[in-house]
């Protein structure tokens, strides 16, 4: 089954302490994509990558880390996480040739930092 | 940059019909994407517009006009199960999407 699957789906950290949700997808997509999502704010980009070792900052990128080592694999990181990146986080990923593809989307990470 | 507005919360009733609205701000525009997202889910793509008119799919329907950066989502014979929020996102030359701010549509019975 084609998925972009994330983990975890729910996270409860401190202020400080690094994490990191995984991404990946078995769609072979050149580009994949994370986002946050707070009310009323939509979704955000926080970066992407439109291939293996290529990264580019999003709208939001500050406090977020980022890498593409392998295609199917895109993993965020936050080194220190402070209490404003409390959010729900979505990996996407789509073909990155076409203007029409679809983003697929991961089922979401809550994040809780405290 | 890129921007966009779509009206935050829409209310109808079962068996209407509901548009929403996204008008939009960029530079190398592309085309225009829907997004649906139920409570608690991933979104899911609906549907996308890189030519001016009327695009149908099922019950639902999107439509673009590029002089006026306007689209619309049109939804058809609502059922509550349509209760959602509806995202617009303009892909731009570069081929990235910016997301809308989401409208929360609810449909009563």
């Given at each position: 089954?084609?998925q972009v699957?994330?983990?975890?789906?729910y996270?409860?950290t401190?202020?400080g302490?690094k994490l990191t949700?995984t991404?990946?997808?078995?769609?072979?997509?050149e580009?994949?994509?994370w986002?946050?999502?707070?009310p009323?704010?939509?979704l955000?980009?926080i970066?992407y990558?439109?291939?293996?070792?290529?990264?580019d900052?999003?709208?939001?990128?500050?406090g977020?880390?980022?890498?593409?080592?392998e295609k199917?694999?895109f993993?965020l990181?936050?080194?220190?996480?402070?209490?404003?990146?409390?959010?729900l986080y979505?990996?996407?990923?789509r073909s990155?040739?076409a203007?029409n593809?679809p983003?697929?989307?991961g089922n979401g990470?809550r994040?809780t930092?405290? | 940059?890129?921007?966009l507005?779509?009206p935050?919360e829409?209310t109808?009733?079962?068996?209407a019909?509901?548009q929403i609205?996204?008008t939009y701000?960029?530079s190398?525009?592309y085309?225009?994407?829907?997004?649906?997202?139920h409570?608690?889910?991933a979104?899911?793509?609906l549907?996308?517009?890189?030519?001016d008119g009327?695009?149908e799919?099922g019950?639902?329907?999107?439509?673009?006009s590029r002089?006026?950066s306007?689209g619309y989502?049109?939804l058809?014979e609502?059922q509550?199960?349509d209760?959602?929020?509806?995202?617009c996102a303009v892909?731009?030359?570069g081929?990235?999407?910016?997301?809308?701010g989401?409208?929360?549509?609810?449909?009563?019975?």
């Amino acid at each position: 089954e084609a998925q972009v699957t994330q983990n975890p789906r729910y996270l409860i950290t401190v202020t400080g302490k690094k994490l990191t949700v995984t991404c990946s997808q078995n769609m072979n997509h050149e580009y994949m994509s994370w986002y946050r999502q707070d009310p009323g704010l939509g979704l955000r980009q926080i970066y992407y990558s439109m291939n293996v070792e290529v990264t580019d900052k999003g709208d939001v990128p500050e406090g977020y880390k980022v890498s593409r080592k392998e295609k199917r694999n895109f993993p965020l990181i936050l080194e220190s996480p402070s209490p404003n990146q409390t959010s729900l986080y979505f990996c996407a990923s789509r073909s990155g040739t076409a203007y029409n593809s679809p983003l697929h989307f991961g089922n979401g990470t809550r994040l809780t930092v405290t | 940059g890129q921007s966009l507005e779509q009206p935050s919360e829409v209310t109808a009733v079962e068996g209407a019909i509901v548009q929403i609205n996204c008008t939009y701000q960029t530079s190398g525009f592309y085309g225009l994407s829907w997004y649906q997202q139920h409570d608690g889910g991933a979104p899911t793509f609906l549907s996308y517009n890189a030519l001016d008119g009327l695009e149908e799919t099922g019950r639902f329907s999107s439509f673009l006009s590029r002089s006026d950066s306007y689209g619309y989502l049109l939804l058809q014979e609502l059922q509550m199960k349509d209760s959602a929020s509806y995202f617009c996102a303009v892909v731009d030359a570069g081929n990235m999407l910016t997301f809308g701010g989401g409208t929360r549509l609810m449909v009563k019975p």
